[in-house]
């Protein structure tokens, strides 16, 4: 895949059932120990080394950000355009959740 591709959180929530799916949470610190999906990994600027050493880059990955715009690039997050910084990175298959974590919360 040479672009990370944008999902509804109807079709993310059931990817997420599978449980065969990383979930990244890209939210400042405060927002993610407040509330998370279970199981999310909470990607910063400073857990991304280890993110990339420790996952394989065949399994799916889901972003999820606030609103669902600084997960794919359309404003600046914790880590800039992070959807698509992932698929350069060389993982496989990459989801943007449009909508984020608020929409997410209303599923």
């Known amino acids: 895949m040479d672009n990370f ?41 400073e857990t991304l080394n280890n993110f990339i050493k420790q996952k394989d880059f065949d399994s799916p990955v889901m972003i999820m950000c606030y609103h669902g715009y600084s997960s794919h690039g359309a404003a600046r ?4 355009h992070a959807a698509q910084y992932l698929v350069n990175m060389g993982f496989e298959t990459v ?13």
Not at 100 to 106: D, S, V, Y
Request: charged letters at 20%.
């Open 5 to 45: 591709q944008l999902i509804t959180v109807e079709q993310a929530y059931k990817l997420w059932q599978t449980g065969d799916i990383i979930i990244v949470d890209i939210r400042d610190p405060e927002s993610f120990h407040s509330a998370h999906i279970k199981g999310a990994y909470h990607l910063t600027n």
């Open 77 to 80: 997050s914790t880590i800039l």
């Open 95 to 107: 989801y943007s959740i449009n909508g984020g974590f608020k929409a997410w919360l209303r599923e």
